[in-house]
Each structure stands twice: as C-alpha cells, then as structure tokens.
C-alpha cells in the first residue's frame, strides 16, 4: 500500500470525531457516515490496480537528425600539410597531409563491440537501460526477470545445442555455457574460420573509435592506453583490428514485450529503471572469440601499409608487391609493429610483432578454440523490448585524419623473357635432350657503378626452341636512379655458361656488354628489350652453338 492512500483518512477521522455526539443522537445519521466513511476507506486501502508498464511510450534512442538514414558521413575540414621527411632508409620523401573531420554514423546495434564496462552486464538474456547506454554507461535493468532456452552455434563438429535457463541472469547465464561448452568440447575438431578484420588509419583515439563504430562515449582504454595513440609521429600510423568467432549464444526474441520479466505483464517498475527517453533494451546474442589489435608505424606511405597489412592477414606470400618495386616484407619489417590479444588465454600486454611474418604467427596462433583458450566477448545485438527490434544509435565524432604519401626515386625493372638454344641437338648428341644454362647479368647506371647483379640461370631448355622465364619474381631486378635524365644509361653485362654432365665439359658462351640510353624510357611504364646473342666460344666456327637471351627494361615509378 502506497503511504499516500492514507491522506483521505486524516480529514475523515476528524470528520467523524467532531460529528460523532451529533451521529450518537440519530441513528440515522450514524449509518450515513459509517457506511460514508467505509466506503472511503475501502477505496484508499485496497490493493493498487496498475494498467502494464507502458514500454511502446518510452521512445527509442537518438538519431541525430544530421545523421545519415545508414552509413557514414564524412565532413572534412581544414588540411595542414606537413613538413616533408625523408622517406625509409632516407630514400624518396615522405609527404603527410592531416584533414580534420566530422563524421556521423548511424549505427545499427546488431553487432556492437564489447567495450570498457560491459563485464557481467552484458550477456545474453540481459536488459539493459537504453538512456544509460546512450550516455556511453551500462546500467541493468534489475526487474526480476524470466528464463528461457539459451542456443549454442558456431563450434565446428559440434550441432547447434540449446539448454534452458531458470532465469536470465549473469551466474545462471553464465553457469549455462559453460555446461554446454563442456559437453561439446570433445566433439569440437577444428575451429571454423570465422574471421573478420577492420583495416583504417588510427592516428588519434576518436579515429580509432570511429573506425571501430563508436565514438567518445564509450571506451576501450586498456587497448589505446596501451598503444598510446595520441603520440605523434613522423609517418604513417595504420590498425588493423583482426575478429575470430569461436561461438554465439542467442536467445529467442521474447514472444511479447513483457516476456523477458518474471511477473510478465504485472511486472513493476518501482524506482523508474525504464521511462521516457530510457527504453528498455535487451541483449539478443553474444559472440565470444579473440581479438588482435595491429598499430604499424611506418615510413611509408599509408596505402603501402595498409595495403601490406591486407596481404599479412590474408596469408599471401611476403613476395607480394603491394606497390611498385615494393613487397609486403619490405614494407612491414622496415617498420615498427606492436599489438594486443584479448581472448588468447592471457593478460592483455603490448607486446612487438617484428615484421610480416611476425604477423602472421600472431594470427594463426590460438586460432583453435579449447576450454583452456574460451575466447571472450567480442560482440553483442541489442533490441528494443517494446518491438524486438534492433536498436539503431547516432555516432558522431570529430576526428583528424594523417595521411601519408612515400615519393620514392625512379626504378627500372630488368626480367629475363626467354631464352633461346640453337642448334644444340645436332651438335652435341651424346647429351641429353634438354639443355641447362647458369648464368648472371651484373647492371650497373651512369650514377651507380656499383654492379647489381640478377641470376638468368635457367634449366630444361628444350634445343632449337625457345624456353620462358614466366615472370619469376625471383628472377628480376629493380634499379633506382633519382630523376633519370635522356643521358643515363643502364649497363648490363651478361655472362652464360652451358652446363654438361661427366664427362662433358661445360660450354662456356663467354659474356656480352649493353648499354641501353634512357631517352626513350623516361615515362613510367615505358619498356624496351635487349637481346644478348651467345657463342659456343670453344666451338665458335664450324661447330658454333648459339643461345639468345632477352631481357626487359621497364620504368616501373
């Protein structure tokens, strides 16, 4: 009983005080105020009669009308060009714009990071206060709530299995998953590869955030409090953030809004833990894995970064050329890497990744879920109460963005074509039948006569044809030379001997000097061929066997 329903009685008591000698004297009278002053008292004393809470009135999270209906709105501002700095190794330079922006997003809460404070509140089956979230804080909603069937999903060998919890709280949540992880963990073989990554710039925390998909409000403070953010550097400063689902643990949407509450539609609300402006919200899953935060700071230029970043986690080869006469490798070990893990089984510490293949390692271990290595909360759906619906929120965040561009000094590829064996058959028939060649071409320019040299060994050349060197990575060389003029040249100077089995004596077809003049190869992408045509030098003559040799020179930057 509510103390206010007393109220009415204090006037009646008096009331009746006052009148009760005159009430003694009429009978009549008498009847008229007990029955008056008992129907009174029924009305303030009986039980409350309350209509059900009235959720569908409590609205639903902002959504700033500046934002966009879905996606991400990008304003930039003002752009500050940077001092240039040399680029790695101090070659070519290192150009860096900041732009600052405002950006607005909204965000549909169907697959919202698990950020600082979401430990114990944030769980399947739990409510949580839409007003409070919005606000950046996770505060419960503590009605006393109903239970339910909780599904298990995602776990290789293992089907889909679903339990019930007598109530959906934490202890017993939590108790229910555990069960069911336990009894599905010998069946579990292998983890199912459920990745998925988030690759952007991180130059200051706001942009990290964004880029994530939450702004300011909300935090993950042992993550860019160990990466240190807001230091500022010369060069490029890139993330790559790396998701593995191990599993998901969902709830069935709640037939009516009231069924996630223990009393239903008597539920009660006595300390206003729901209202105008705070919607009840409730978490519909729950996916639990690991998660890797990559920071690269670098000299080169951001896309190299990224772009280098993309190869390492899709497990392409360090080869890779991710921009011209640049490698993944390169790239990734002349620059500086450290990371985070959340979910492999220990504290979360900064620790150093040293170059591409670094990277790799960190991504592929701990990539098997085990009871010893359970994951934690990646991501979680929030949906409205009232309409089980997703639950949509503005994001909106000023940021400034640093981007770099490496200018670096021209290059000239040199790759072997082909090579061509003639007559060898007819002059040599106790060989076999194919013809192996070892061999190097040193190249030297008008600005460097310090020889780089490019193997042009080939084997199983088949004779009187032609055999290609199918554009081997390995078997090629990119030449630097700073703003080439008509006058530079390129000098290659090839050698080539013709390799025999005992007793046979190699055929040496001695060496030949080019020099090509760049005048017509000052255009990136230009390229022109050089043949080198060899003699058998000890059978030059009447018994002369010939090999030609092509190469390539291309302007690649």
Request: with cysteine.
């Amino acid at each position: 009983m509510n103390d206010f329903h007393y109220k009415p009685l204090i006037p009646i008591t008096m009331f009746i005080f006052l009148n009760v000698k005159q009430a003694i004297n009429s009978c009549k009278l008498l009847t008229t105020y007990l029955v008056f002053a008992l129907l009174l008292l029924a009305t303030a004393c009986k039980d409350d009669v309350f209509e059900p809470l009235p959720l569908p009135n409590y609205g639903t999270l902002q959504t700033d009308p500046g934002s966009p209906q879905s996606g991400t709105t990008l304003t930039a501002g003002t752009t500050d060009t940077l001092p240039t700095v040399a680029g790695p190794g101090d070659k070519g330079e290192l150009r860096c714009h900041k732009t600052s922006y405002n950006a607005r997003q909204i965000q549909e809460l169907s697959n919202m990071i698990a950020t600082d404070g979401t430990t114990g509140i944030i769980f399947p089956g739990a409510i949580i206060q839409g007003g409070a979230f919005e606000a950046g804080n996770f505060t419960p909603v503590t009605i006393p709530k109903a239970g339910g069937p909780l599904t298990l999903n995602g776990l290789s060998g293992g089907e889909e299995i679903t339990v019930i919890a007598d109530v959906y709280d934490y202890d017993e949540v939590s108790q229910k998953i555990n069960g069911m992880l336990n009894n599905v963990s010998k069946e579990v073989n292998a983890t199912v590869a459920n990745f998925s990554y988030v690759l952007e710039e991180a130059y200051s925390k706001e942009e990290f955030q964004f880029n994530l998909g939450f702004d300011a409000r909300y935090g993950l403070t042992q993550v860019t409090g160990e990466f240190s953010l807001d230091k500022e550097i010369e060069g490029s400063r890139v993330m790559l953030k790396f998701d593995q689902v191990f599993y998901t643990i969902s709830i069935n949407d709640p037939e009516t809004q009231y069924s996630l509450f223990a009393d239903g539609e008597n539920a009660r609300d006595p300390e206003h833990q729901m209202g105008e402006g705070n919607p009840p919200l409730y978490v519909k899953s729950a996916s639990y894995g690991r998660q890797i935060y990559f920071i690269v700071e670098s000299k080169y230029g951001t896309e190299e970064v990224k772009a280098s970043l993309d190869a390492a986690y899709k497990g392409l080869g360090g080869s890779v050329e991710v921009s011209a006469g640049l490698t993944a490798s390169k790239i990734l070990d002349e620059s500086s890497i450290t990371y985070i893990v959340r979910g492999g089984g220990s504290a979360i510490a900064l620790e150093e990744a040293p170059g591409f293949n670094a990277v790799q390692r960190v991504i592929r271990e701990g990539a098997s879920w085990s009871l010893s290595n359970p994951g934690i909360l990646l991501a979680y759906e929030l949906r409205y109460l009232a309409t089980r619906q997703p639950a949509r929120i503005a994001m909106v965040t000023d940021f400034v963005r640093k981007t770099c561009r490496l200018d670096q000094p021209a290059a000239y590829r040199i790759t072997p074509v082909y090579i061509d064996c003639i007559d060898c058959r007819e002059l040599d028939p106790f060989d076999d039948d194919k013809r192996e060649f070892s061999g190097n071409a040193r190249i030297t320019t008008s600005r460097n006569p310090e020889p780089q040299i490019l193997p042009v060994s080939i084997f199983g050349v088949p004779p009187g044809d032609k055999k290609s060197y199918d554009e081997n990575p390995e078997l090629r060389g990119d030449i630097e030379l700073e703003d080439p003029r008509a006058s530079d040249y390129i000098r290659i100077n090839m050698n080539l001997i013709e390799l025999d089995d005992p007793p046979n004596a190699d055929d040496d077809f001695g060496d030949i000097t080019h020099t090509l003049k760049l005048d017509n190869l000052l255009e990136v992408n230009a390229s022109t061929t050089l043949d080198f045509h060899f003699w058998d030098m000890v059978g030059k003559g009447a018994n002369e066997q010939q090999a030609i040799v092509q190469l390539r020179i291309t302007r690649i930057r």
